[in-house]
Every structure is written in structure tokens, then in C-alpha cells.
């Protein structure tokens, strides 16, 4: 065959090449280009039960002319044993061409012949869901893959099917990978020729050593049965049955990562790593503020161990880290980086070192841990006041400065003769503090009236308490929002609320009237813009969907600012 798309292809296909002895055999020879003299090989271990049976298709794909043409037929082994069905023969366009010869294997017959139309056989023989498991015993916290895949053998239908039981994945941190649609594609399955679909893929960190267990996929499959009966154009009438199909359990056996040589600050990363300590700048005055970032790259379990703390002289004055990521997950793994930026502001003058630190990981490919330590940083603080406690080893600008010989004046300004002065003690009774505490209380009578009377009022503002509770609620959630970043469903139920919330208070509205044409139609009264409408339900649009799909960490803190600019442009706008 030349390997052009024109090129002339002439093949044997069967539907098993391992049966019983009272089991049937189906046969074809496929080409596709029209051919003459066709010559079947003998079948001489075999009994042609039907056959032949001779079909065509023609089919335009937009581009060119396909061309299929099949021979088929059915056989029946006539008794156990390996046996070769030797090359069919074609002539076309004047060339001859043969297929390959084909090697079946016939067992015992079976106790109870099954029929090969009943649903429950069809199951069994032909449609096959199974679960693929990248590695069967990695470390802990070491990444692998678990592929679901429905295996359908070609002259078997399924109609539909939809998911009964999601495998549970107890003991690991699981990442779904989205596949972008449902591809059928050719395959084998225990050697034999079969249709496959990929139905989910996931990607598992085990998070504790030992044998743990992923329970299977279950599936509700309508399953197209063929009859005895046919249409009017002579074609077999199929029905159409439902039927629970699982997969295979499997066992994963985590080993724990070795103690030997295990650095005393391992926190857990598994992985290929690169570790960098930066600082945004290295002089500047007191008082002024750079930025240290601590970073971890590469590829590992990334967002399951915490960075290593950055350490600092007292004098300099550190804040609370900004934690980011930027990690993305695919069948491989988790690959790209995390950090920590701390704000520094120096308060003093000097130079002041930040101690090297030290991040450690255990690496997959060699199976040894691994150390990487920072370059020593000196934040040189060119202008401020000295820091000079007895205590204080940091080096202090000038102090390594020769000391020179006592001046005679250098004390003068010590005086060693004092005087004093008599200290008149004034009278309580008039004094002014005598009076303002005879007349305060006096006075503090009317402001508690007024103070009072401003209470009652606003108690009484019942539309306006519940905008204030509402405004305090919305504050309150956001706050919990901000809080729950990275923990992707307590974010969105706390952002979720806030927004709720706020619109009760605003509009005057109850829970039950919070529907999306009714907010819209309660803002667009009050004078919103319609792009800040927009974007208010699609904040409460990405609330629900977040539920049912991946969400980064980045995407939750673009919804989250995004929140509070559009509350702000609410309260502006409405009147």
C-alpha cells in the first residue's frame, strides 16, 4: 500500500480473535476502491454458517469521494485449537492485492451458551468501563493520573448514557482535567478492536501512606439491542434497553517518603523545584518600603506545603506576606509558581542583613531530598535616626569609625551644681477643675435628651436600619470572602450572601424577590447604568457556576475586587 490518501487498502477484520466452540465468528474484508475476482481464503477449520453478504457505501466529506466496500461472513469453529484463516484476494485496477492472515483461537464451549441478542450478554461481552491508573504505588504527595474510558465494541450501539455514581477519591487532593467534548476513537481492548470514549480524567495527590481506595464509576447506558424484526427497507429494527455498568476498583499503596536524609525544615514539597529570595531594592531611607518575595517554581505538588518564613533583624519593620499563585493543572500535574511578598519598612539607619533561608523538597526522579539556600541580602538604610542598643549586634553606620581622644570640653555641659526652686501648691476649692465638675454633669443633662431623642429617631427609620444592617452584612461577607480566598466554595457562599444582602438593604426587597428580571428592573428604576447591571449578575451568575467548576485563585480575587467596584458604583448611581 502507498501511503498517499489515494493509496489502495484491502484488509480482514474480526469481530473476536478468542472464542468458544459453540461461539460464532464474524469475518470481513473492507476495501476502498471497487474490485474484481474476489477470492476468500478456504476457512477449512471453520463451517461458513453465513456469508456471503456483500455491502457498499459511498460518502462525500467535502473534499473528496469515499469508497467502502465490504465482504463479510459468519463462521463457526469446528473444534478447539489455535488455527490460521489465511489472505483473502482482489484484483483492482489490474493490481492484486491480499490481506494478512489472521490467527484465532478456539477454546471449550461454554456450559450455558449465552444469547448473543440478550442485553445482559451484550453488556458483558462488549461494553466495557475501565479505569486507568497512571502508577499504582507512588510517594506521598506524588502526582497520578485516573482515566475513565468506555470501551464499546464496533458492532455493539449505545445510545446514551449518563453518570450514576461519581468515584470518590478519599484520602486525595483531586484536580479534574477538563476535556474540551467527547471523542470517539479507535483502540484494543485485551488485543481485540474496540470504540473508546474518555468519560473523566483526573489528577490525584495522595495525601496519607498505605492502601487507599478509589471507589468506581457507575453508569446508566441505553444499550441498542437488535431484534429478529426489520423495516420496510429490510433493515434489522434495534430496542433500545438501560442498563448499570461500573468500573473496576482500584487500590492505590502510597509509600511514605524516606526518613533518611530528611532536612529538619521539610514541610511536604514533592516535586522539581526552583526556590529565589528577591527584594524589590536593596537602599533606601528609613521609613521608606521595599518588598521581599519568597518563590517557589517548577513542578510538584505546589499549593499542598507552605513556603519558609522570611526571618528579619527587629529593627526593620515586616508585615503580614501576600500570598499568590499561579498554578495550572494538567494530566501531568501542577506546574508554576507560588510566592509570598512581605512589605519591609526600615525605621533606622544601617545596614541590616537578612539571614540566607533554606527551602527543601523531595525529588521524584532521583528519590533524595534536595536543599536550596538564598544568597545573603543587606538592606543598606541610607538616611534615618541610629539604632544603638547595647544589645544590638547588627552593624550601625559609623561604628566602625576610630575613636579619638577625650576633648577637655567634651563633658562642660554636665553641671555639677543644682538649685531649686519652691513649688506652690494651688488650692482646690475654685479651681477650674473644681467647677468643671460641679457643672459637668449639669451640662451632660440636655446632650443625653438630645443624644436620646437622635436614638429614637433612628430606630424609628425602619427602611433606613435595614439599609444600615444590610450595608453591615454586605461588609461582613465580603470581609468573610476575603478571608476564604483559595477555598474556592466557602469564597463564593460568603460572596454570595454579600451581595444578596446589599440588595436587600438598597432596594427593599425580601430574599424571595431576588430574581434576575427583578433585580433588573428595581435597578434600572433607580437610575443604574446597564453595564453596572450587567456585571452585578454576572457576579451572581459566576456564584453558581463556581459550584460546579474549576475555579483558580486568581479568578476568585478578580471576582471579589470586581464585587466591591460595582457596589461602590451602585451606591453612586442609585436614587
Known amino acids: 500500500m502507498a501511503q ?39 476457512f477449512s477449520d471453520f463451517i461458513v454458517v453465513g456469508g456471503p453478504n456483500q455491502s457498499v457505501s459511498n460518502s462525500w466529506d467535502g473534499k473528496r469521494r469515499k469508497f467502502t466496500k465490504i465482504y463479510s461472513y459468519f463462521l463457526a469453529p469446528k473444534k478447539m ?57 507512588p510517594y506521598l504527595n506524588e502526582p497520578i493520573t485516573v482515566v475513565y474510558k468506555l470501551y464499546v465494541a464496533p ?39 474496540y470504540r473508546f470514549v474518555t468519560l473523566r480524567k483526573t489528577v490525584l495527590y495522595p495525601q496519607k501512606t498505605g492502601a487507599l481506595v478509589i471507589e468506581p464509576l457507575s453508569l446508566d447506558i441505553t444499550v441498542d439491542v437488535p431484534t429478529n424484526r426489520r423495516d420496510i427497507y429490510g433493515r434489522q429494527v434495534s430496542n433500545q434497553v438501560h442498563r448499570t455498568i461500573s468500573a473496576n476498583t482500584r487500590t492505590i499503596n502510597v509509600k511514605a517518603l524516606p526518613e533518611a536524609g530528611k532536612p529538619a525544615n521539610f514541610t511536604g514539597a514533592v516535586g522539581d523545584f526552583q526556590f529565589n529570595v528577591t527584594t524589590s531594592k536593596n537602599s533606601l531611607n528609613a521609613t521608606e518600603s521595599l518588598q521581599a518575595k519568597i518563590e517557589v517554581s517548577g513542578r510538584g505538588n505546589l499549593k499542598l506545603f507552605q513556603l519558609p518564613k522570611l526571618t528579619t533583624p527587629s529593627t526593620l519593620e515586616v508585615y503580614d506576606p501576600e500570598h499568590l499563585e499561579n ?63 547595647a544589645d544590638n549586634n547588627l552593624p550601625i553606620a559609623g561604628s566602625g569609625e576610630q575613636v579619638t581622644a577625650l576633648d577637655a570640653n567634651q563633658f562642660a555641659s554636665i553641671k555639677t551644681e543644682t538649685s531649686f526652686d519652691l513649688e506652690e501648691k494651688e488650692a482646690f476649692l475654685n479651681s477650674p477643675m473644681f467647677w468643671t465638675s460641679l457643672l459637668g454633669p449639669l451640662l451632660a443633662i440636655p446632650l443625653a435628651l438630645l443624644y436620646r431623642r437622635k436614638r429614637d429617631e433612628r430606630d424609628a427609620d425602619v427602611s433606613g436600619n435595614r439599609k444600615r444592617k444590610a ?42 424577590d431576588l430574581s434576575k428580571d427583578k ?32 475555579i483558580t485563585t486568581v479568578t476568585m480575587q478578580q471576582d471579589y475586587e470586581k464585587s466591591a467596584t460595582t457596589i461602590n458604583l451602585i451606591d453612586k448611581q442609585i436614587t
Open 4 to 42: 498517499d490518501s489515494d493509496a489502495v487498502t484491502f484488509q480482514a477484520k474480526v469481530s473476536k480473535k478468542r472464542l468458544a466452540l459453540n461461539e460464532r465468528l464474524r469475518i470481513d474484508f473492507q476495501m476502498n476502491r471497487d474490485g474484481d475476482n474476489f477470492t476468500p481464503p478456504s
Open 81 to 137: 485449537g489455535t488455527f490460521t484463516i489465511n489472505p483473502a484476494k482482489i484484483e483492482i485496477d489490474g493490481v492484486d492485492f491480499q490481506t494478512t492472515a489472521i490467527t484465532i483461537k478456539v477454546t471449550k464451549a461454554q456450559e450455558k451458551p449465552e444469547n448473543p441478542n440478550d442485553p445482559d450478554y451484550i453488556v458483558q461481552e462488549n461494553i466495557h468501563l475501565v479505569t486507568e491508573v497512571s502508577k499504582s504505588s
Open 155 to 193: 458492532r455493539t450501539g449505545i445510545s446514551n448514557y449518563r453518570e450514576l455514581e461519581s468515584p470518590k477519591f478519599n484520602g486525595f487532593w483531586s484536580q479534574s482535567i477538563d476535556d474540551r467534548g467527547v471523542r470517539i476513537q479507535n483502540g484494543t481492548y485485551k488485543g481485540e478492536e
Open 327 to 389: 498554578v495550572r493543572t494538567n494530566a501531568a500535574g501542577m506546574q508554576g509558581q507560588i510566592s509570598d511578598t512581605y512589605t519591609i519598612v526600615p525605621q533606622y539607619k544601617g545596614k541590616f542583613p537578612i539571614p540566607p533561608i533554606s527551602f527543601s523538597y523531595f525529588d521524584l526522579e532521583t528519590e533524595t531530598y534536595k536543599e536550596i539556600t538564598s544568597q545573603d541580602i543587606v538592606i543598606n538604610v541610607i538616611e534615618g535616626p541610629i539604632y544603638a542598643e
Open 471 to 512: 450595608d453591615r452584612l454586605a461588609k461582613k461577607y465580603l470581609s468573610a470572602a476575603k478571608k476564604a480566598l483559595g477555598q474556592k466554595e466557602a469564597f463564593y457562599i460568603a460572596l454570595e450572601k454579600a451581595l444578596h444582602n446589599y440588595l436587600k438593604g438598597r432596594l427593599s426587597i425580601e430574599t424571595s
Open 519 to 550: 433585580i433588573t428592573s428595581l435597578l434600572t428604576e433607580r437610575g443604574v447604568e446597564g453595564v453596572v447591571i450587567t456585571d452585578f449578575e454576572a457576579l451572581l451568575e459566576n456564584c453558581d457556576l463556581a459550584r460546579y467548576t474549576p
